[in-house]
C-alpha cells in the first residue's frame, strides 16, 4: 500500500463511515504511538539504561536484589516521560473521546504504554495494561496510588542518570518511595507489570467487557507482537468487527484487518477521527459498508448493549455481506477460536460446549426418531422385532450425530458468543472464582 494516507482516501471514507455508527471504539495503542512523542521504548537494541536492559530491571528478583537501582530507573524514565508532551494522535483520541461522550457514545483507549501520555492529553477511558510509570504499589497494605511528584521522592533528586553508573551509594531502603497510607510507611514498587509477572485479572477483565462492546477497532503504533493484546485485533477480526490498522509499516497481523494504513500516526489519526460525531460521515463511505456493520450488531447476542435496531431505511443483508463475514470469520480456525475462549474462560468453555452439543444432539434425535423414522430401512434389510427396534434407535442417533456434525459451525458460535456471559454469571452467583486481586 502506498505510504500516507492520500492514496487510501476510499479507504479512509469507508472506516469514517463505520466510526460514524459505532457505538463502542476501542482503540489498541502500544509503543508506536508515543515515540512520535519522543519516548525510548528500552526494547531491542540500543535500549540500554546504563549497562542494564530493561529486562533485566523490570522483574521482581531485580527489585529485591536492588530497590535503589530499579527505582533510580524508574525515576528516570518518570522524569524524562514528563518533559514530553501528549502529540496530535493522543490529543485527537481524547477529543474524540469526550466528543462522542457528548452523544452518548464511547470510545476506550486499551495501551500497552507505561507513560500516561493519554492521560495527560485528556482521555479518561483508558486500560493500561501493562500499569504505569506513575502508579506505586505498596508492598505491605497492597494499596495502589497515582503519584505523578517530580522526582517522587526526595531521594531519588539528581538521581537515575545513564551516563553516572556505580559512582554513587544506593538509596536506603527508608529513604525509597514509601506509602502515605495513614501508618503503613510500606515499600512502594512502581504500579508496573514486570517480566515474569502476569497481567493483573482486574485489567483484563475490564479489557474484556470493553472488547466484548467493541463495534470498530483503531490499532494504532503496536506491532502487534506483544500478547495479550496482539490477540485482542485478530480476535475482534474474526468475530466480524471492522478493524483499522495504523503503523509505520506492515505487521504480522496486517493481512487479518479489514483496513491499514500506513504513515506517522500523528498525521492518520487526526485526519480519521476529525468530524467523528458529523453524521454526513455516514452517507460518506460505501453503502456496503454500512450494512456490513449494521448486520454484525444485529446478530450480536449481547442486546442489552447493542441497542441497535435493524433500520427500517436498510435493505436486507446482501450476500456479499455474508461472504465478508464468513471471510473474516475463517482467518481464524475454530481450534484457534476455541483456544483463545479457552485461554480467557478456562475449561468452562468446553463443558458449556458440551453441554450445548448434546443438547442439539437430544433435539435432533427426537426429531428424528418421531417424524423420521427409519424402520422401511431397517424392514427393508430384514430386521424385525427387538433387534429391529435397536437397529431403528442406532440409525436415528448416527443420523442425527452426521446432522449435528454439519451443524458444528452453529455449535461453536453458540459457544463462543455465550461463553462469556455464563462465566459472568457464575462468577457472580459465586461457582467459579471471582478474578484475583492484582499480584503484590
Ligand atoms: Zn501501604
Redesign the pocket.
Known amino acids: 500500500m502506498a505510504s500516507g494516507i492520500a492514496a487510501t482516501k476510499a479507504e479512509l471514507a469507508k472506516l469514517k463511515c463505520i466510526l460514524s455508527r459505532a457505538k463502542n471504539i476501542v482503540v489498541l495503542t502500544g509503543a508506536g504511538i508515543s515515540v512520535e512523542s519522543g519516548i525510548p521504548t528500552f526494547r531491542g537494541p540500543g535500549g540500554f539504561w546504563r549497562t542494564y536492559r530493561s529486562q533485566d530491571l523490570a522483574s521482581v528478583g531485580a527489585f529485591k536484589r536492588n530497590p535503589s537501582l530499579v527505582w533510580e530507573f524508574y525515576h528516570y524514565r518518570r522524569e524524562l516521560v514528563l518533559t514530553k508532551q501528549p502529540n496530535k494522535a493522543h490529543k485527537a483520541l481524547a477529543e474524540a473521546e469526550a466528543n462522542l461522550k457528548a452523544v452518548g457514545r464511547r470510545l476506550t483507549v486499551i495501551t500497552q504504554n507505561i507513560d500516561g501520555l493519554h492521560q495527560r492529553a485528556g482521555s479518561k477511558e483508558v486500560v493500561e495494561l501493562h500499569g504505569s510509570l506513575f502508579k506505586t504499589l ?6 495502589m496510588d497515582t503519584d505523578t511528584n517530580s522526582p517522587i521522592c526526595p531521594a531519588l533528586q539528581g538521581r537515575g542518570d545513564p551516563s553516572t553508573e556505580g559512582s554513587q551509594k544506593d538509596i536506603p531502603l527508608e529513604e525509597l518511595p514509601r ?3 495513614n501508618d ?3 515499600l ?1 514498587r512502581p504500579y508496573i507489570v514486570w517480566f515474569g509477572e502476569n497481567l493483573h485479572e482486574d485489567i483484563l477483565a475490564r479489557a474484556d467487557y470493553e472488547l466484548d462492546l467493541c463495534d470498530a477497532c483503531l490499532v494504532v503504533g503496536t506491532s502487534s507482537v506483544v500478547y495479550p493484546a496482539a490477540m485482542y485485533a485478530p480476535t475482534l477480526a474474526a468475530r466480524g468487527v471492522p478493524v483499522a490498522e495504523f503503523n509505520l509499516e506492515s505487521t504480522p497481523a496486517t493481512h487479518l484487518f479489514k483496513f491499514h494504513f500506513e504513515g506517522p500516526c500523528t498525521e492518520t489519526i487526526p485526519e480519521v477521527l476529525k468530524d467523528i460525531c458529523d453524521p454526513s460521515n455516514i452517507d460518506s463511505g460505501s453503502n456496503k459498508e454500512n450494512l456490513f456493520f449494521v448486520h454484525r450488531r444485529m446478530m450480536s447476542t449481547d442486546a442489552k448493549h447493542h441497542d441497535i435496531s435493524p433500520s427500517s431505511d436498510l435493505p436486507p443483508p446482501s450476500t456479499e455481506k455474508s461472504d465478508l463475514k464468513k471471510k473474516s470469520t475463517e482467518k481464524l480456525s475454530m481450534k484457534a477460536r476455541l483456544k483463545i475462549a479457552m485461554r480467557d474462560y478456562g475449561s468452562t468453555v468446553i463443558v458449556f460446549h458440551i453441554g450445548i452439543s448434546l443438547i442439539m444432539l437430544g433435539g435432533l434425535y427426537a426429531a428424528f426418531s418421531s417424524g423420521l423414522e427409519l424402520t422401511w430401512l431397517v424392514e427393508k434389510v430384514g430386521l424385525s422385532g427387538r433387534s429391529g427396534e435397536i437397529a431403528t434407535g442406532a440409525s436415528t442417533f448416527v443420523m442425527a450425530y452426521a446432522v449435528n456434525k454439519v451443524l458444528a459451525p452453529v455449535r461453536f458460535s453458540i459457544t463462543f458468543a455465550c461463553t462469556p456471559f455464563v462465566v459472568r454469571y457464575l462468577r457472580s452467583v459465586g461457582i467459579l472464582k471471582p478474578p484475583k486481586a492484582p499480584p503484590s
Open positions: 505498596c508492598l505491605k497494605c497492597h494499596s506509602c502515605k497510607n503503613c510507611k510500606g512502594l
